[in-house]
């Protein structure tokens, strides 16, 4: 809770906060003038203090910091300074020489900062206001239908904004001022890309460097680490990089999936990096289940919609493994794909158009390379290439299949603030494909059973490795007839010829249609039937033919499909418990 010394707020505020002190499941963590911290008793943050404040959740050293402290008393200085000298999963509470906070989120994401008004002057922010005792908690947190549509059509793009009202959260990189509400853009991806290209060797060990760095942090804090294992290339990296840094023994399982489709078993190039580093692979059945009401309403009273833990049987597996093990941390390549630009486009030609211009470009191997990657005529990329590179750039739209029509006019040209920022910008194509790579990654941070009893690791896309690697050209990460072949080679002599040398993946889209398909009696009468269908939100002819055998063979919905059903959960327990916006132009 934060407050200005001297003001009417204050007898309220030491109200509330003996309150706090004397609850069970809060213990104070931090004292200043105006300022109180208190973390949960069964999961408590570090906290730290700092002379503008204090710095809630994991913070290390940036590798390349680049600024001194900012002046006291100055929160944009200080959050600047924060940004550059530091990283990790944290929320900084800073107090300006006025007497006014600030909350600076880091880029990250990893922690969640809502806030909102008890009184006038009286701010609480918090990780997770369900947690928030009574009394305490945000007054009128009505369902805005308006966020919620927003959110079922394009989960990625709305990250930040909550899905009631009377609540604000601040945005990943962003410093929220919270007397006058303003934000102030402090990290955006697009700050870091280069005009110029470098020399690849040494951009190549400054990347290893970085990874290095970044694993060896996050997983320092924990004594056993749960490590997810695909056999591709990122998960790949991490487990050479425990290796490489001593730190393979904290591993308390190797787990890798194992599909029970011989096309899709992962479990020879999973087995060729333990054997490489001298561990012993778990493997850990993954078949598909049936999504159920009950599994759904155990995740819907959080404060987001729980689209991490719709897949219940391996979520609950993952939760059970770091009981079973007394794991702290799950460790994951998530985030890789971002970093490394894994998606094949005809952006990243565009992107070496523009540097090499045309006679270069058709006589450099780009042209053909993602031609192969992306399965088209050489014809066809050069096409789009040259028009990307006058600025008709075609965007992929993330905007669900099941959508209605007003829904789908309403949300038209939505996208995650560092996406919109990217394009004002006039990145080239290939980087603005980049940033919208590392935006889509904070979708990942929703809420899950296996969140709940460990703490989740993405060096890969922590934020001096998404640095480092938005400095770099698109060709040289993206341009190459394999995926990530800068990454590829870059850590070449850390993962095994095998996983080097394959060229494509198992993909976990049959997987979630069979879960889909399995579950489709109760799918059908909880969706065709439900509050976002009533509500005009959903399209039930989509939705029906969706939820047809031959609509899951022919056109693949299922994660739109499981994506609906953790929003028509989330918004079935929140209707009992609070109304609707008025603000709001939707309806029930």
């Not at 759904?296 to 719709?310: I, N």
């Not at 789908?408 to 940033?435: C, F, I, M, N």
């Not at 799918?523 to 439900?530: K, T």
């Amino acid at each position: 809770m934060t407050w200005r010394p001297g003001t009417p707020a204050c007898v309220l505020a030491e109200a509330q906060a003996q309150v706090l002190d004397a609850h069970p499941g809060w213990r104070p963590a931090g004292a200043a003038e105006g300022l109180r911290v208190w973390t949960a008793a069964d999961g408590a943050f570090p906290v730290s203090a700092h002379p503008d404040g204090f710095v809630i959740g994991d913070s290390f050293g940036h590798p390349d910091a680049r600024f001194e402290p900012g002046p006291a008393g100055a929160p944009a200085a200080t959050a600047r300074a924060l940004l550059a000298a530091t990283w990790g999963q944290y929320v900084a509470l800073l107090r300006g020489a006025d007497g006014g906070a600030s909350v600076l989120r880091d880029p990250s994401g990893a922690v969640g900062a809502f806030t909102w008004t008890l009184a006038p002057g009286l701010h609480v922010i918090a990780s997770d206001p369900t947690r928030a005792p009574p009394g305490l908690g945000p007054r009128h947190p009505f369902l805005n239908w308006d966020r919620i549509g927003r959110f079922l059509a394009h989960p990625a793009a709305m990250t930040t904004d909550p899905l009631v009202d009377d609540v604000r959260a601040v945005g990943p990189g962003d410093l929220l001022d919270l007397e006058t509400g303003v934000a102030l853009p402090l990290w955006r991806p697009h700050a870091f890309v280069q005009p110029a290209a470098g020399d690849p060797a040494a951009a190549a060990e400054a990347l290893v460097a970085r990874v290095d760095h970044c694993l060896a942090a996050l997983v320092g804090p924990h004594d056993g680490v749960l490590m997810e294992l695909s056999g591709g290339l990122d998960s790949s990296i991490l487990a050479g990089g425990l290796a490489a840094g001593g730190l393979s023994r904290r591993v308390r399982q190797w787990i890798n999936l194992k599909d029970p489709r011989r096309e899709a078993d992962e479990t020879r190039y999973a087995g060729s990096v333990t054997e490489r580093i001298g561990a012993s692979l778990t493997t850990a059945p993954w078949t598909p289940g049936a999504i159920q009401e009950a599994d759904l309403a155990e995740l819907a009273s959080g404060f987001w919609p729980a689209l991490a833990g719709v897949d219940a049987e391996r979520d609950r597996d993952m939760a059970a493994r770091v009981a079973a093990t007394g794991a702290t941390a799950i460790l994951s390549g998530q985030g890789g794909d971002a970093a490394f630009l894994q998606v094949p486009s005809a952006l990243v030609a565009a992107d070496a158009l523009r540097t090499q211009g045309l006679a270069g470009f058709v006589r450099s191997p780009v042209l053909a390379d993602v031609a192969r990657r992306t399965r088209r005529s050489v014809w066809s990329v050069l096409g789009e290439a040259r028009a990307a590179a006058k600025g008709r750039i075609r965007r992929t739209d993330f905007i669900s299949s099941l959508a209605s029509a007003e829904l789908r006019a309403a949300t038209r040209g939505l996208a995650h603030p560092w996406d919109l920022a990217a394009r004002e910008t006039g990145l080239s194509p290939g980087k603005q494909l980049h940033v919208q790579a590392v935006s889509l990654h904070q979708v990942n941070h929703g809420a899950s059973r296996r969140r709940r009893v460990a703490d989740l690791l993405h060096p890969l896309a922590a934020q001096p490795v998404l640095e480092l690697c938005l400095a770099l050209p698109t060709p040289w990460l993206a341009g190459g007839s394999f995926d990530r072949p800068f990454a590829r080679n870059a850590f070449a002599d850390r993962i095994p010829q095998l996983v080097r040398d394959r060229r494509a993946k198992g993909v976990a889209t049959v997987h979630f249609q069979k879960l889909v398909a399995n579950s489709l009696p109760f799918l059908r009468r909880y969706l065709l039937d439900g509050v976002l269908a009533d509500a005009g939100l959903l399209d039930r002819r989509a939705l029906a033919h969706a939820l047809d055998p031959n609509g899951l063979i022919w056109d693949a919905k299922a994660r739109d499909v499981m994506a609906a059903a953790a929003v028509e959960a989330w918004v079935r327990h929140w209707q009992t418990r609070t109304a609707d916006s008025k603000a709001s132009a939707w309806r029930r």
